[in-house]
């Protein structure tokens, strides 16, 4: 029976580590006992020099997914690939995931696919500073939030006065 594993490797490794692992279960003939492997990993957008760009992030770096049927063949295959430190559970013995947890991670990497998450997240009452726009350099209060529209609603003093202000992600940073 096929399980969902979680393998942890040297961060940065992952790529690597993935590849060996597809690869080699086909060279070595149990290709069908290794089915999947997933990095988790997300879509994120950020606006640099005025230009939005979309990056990929690893959410757990240093961690790949793997769907098998775990045996002494694929435990020793896997445990001996350069960059794998071993397999999360406790003892000598992997534990599987829960089905549902790893919707949860599948789930949440096609999701940024489609519509990628912010860089920096935000919470209501945090403390900004305004990097670009008409109030550069002004610091101000979250009131409120719009993430599908990536904008917040800020009280900034000016003039001694609050003043509520409707900025985008990429202009302010976290103080």
């Given at each position: 029976?096929?399980?969902?594993?979680?393998?942890?490797?040297?961060?940065?490794l992952e790529?690597?580590v993935?590849?060996?692992?597809?690869?080699?279960?086909i060279?070595?003939?149990?290709?069908?006992?290794i089915?999947?492997?997933?990095?988790?990993?997300?879509?994120?957008?950020?606006?640099r020099?005025?230009?939005?760009?979309?990056?990929?992030?690893?959410?757990?770096?240093?961690?790949?997914l793997?769907?098998?049927?775990?045996?002494?063949?694929?435990?020793?295959?896997?445990?001996?690939?350069?960059g794998?430190?071993g397999?999360?559970?406790?003892?000598?013995?992997?534990?599987?995931?829960?089905?549902?947890?790893?919707?949860?991670?599948?789930?949440?990497?096609?999701?940024?696919?489609?519509?990628?998450?912010?860089?920096?997240?935000?919470?209501?009452?945090?403390?900004?500073r305004v990097?670009?726009?008409?109030?550069?350099?002004f610091?101000?209060?979250?009131?409120?939030?719009?993430?599908?529209?990536?904008k917040l609603?800020?009280?900034?003093?000016?003039f001694?006065?609050?003043?509520?202000?409707?900025?985008e992600?990429?202009?302010?940073?976290?103080v």
């Amino acid at each position: 029976m096929k399980n969902w594993y979680v393998v942890h490797t040297q961060t940065g490794l992952e790529d690597r580590v993935r590849t060996v692992l597809l690869s080699g279960a086909i060279a070595q003939g149990f290709a069908e006992a290794i089915t999947k492997v997933v990095i988790p990993t997300e879509q994120i957008s950020e606006v640099r020099s005025g230009k939005k760009r979309v990056s990929e992030r690893r959410f757990f770096p240093g961690y790949v997914l793997v769907e098998m049927d775990l045996n002494d063949i694929t435990y020793s295959f896997i445990k001996n690939i350069p960059g794998v430190t071993g397999f999360l559970g406790a003892g000598r013995k992997p534990i599987p995931l829960p089905p549902g947890e790893v919707d949860n991670i599948l789930k949440r990497t096609e999701e940024t696919k489609l519509k990628p998450s912010p860089k920096t997240i935000f919470s209501k009452g945090e403390q900004i500073r305004v990097k670009e726009g008409p109030f550069m350099n002004f610091n101000g209060t979250i009131d409120d939030i719009h993430p599908e529209k990536g904008k917040l609603k800020v009280s900034i003093s000016i003039f001694g006065r609050s003043t509520p202000v409707e900025l985008e992600y990429w202009q302010v940073e976290k103080v």
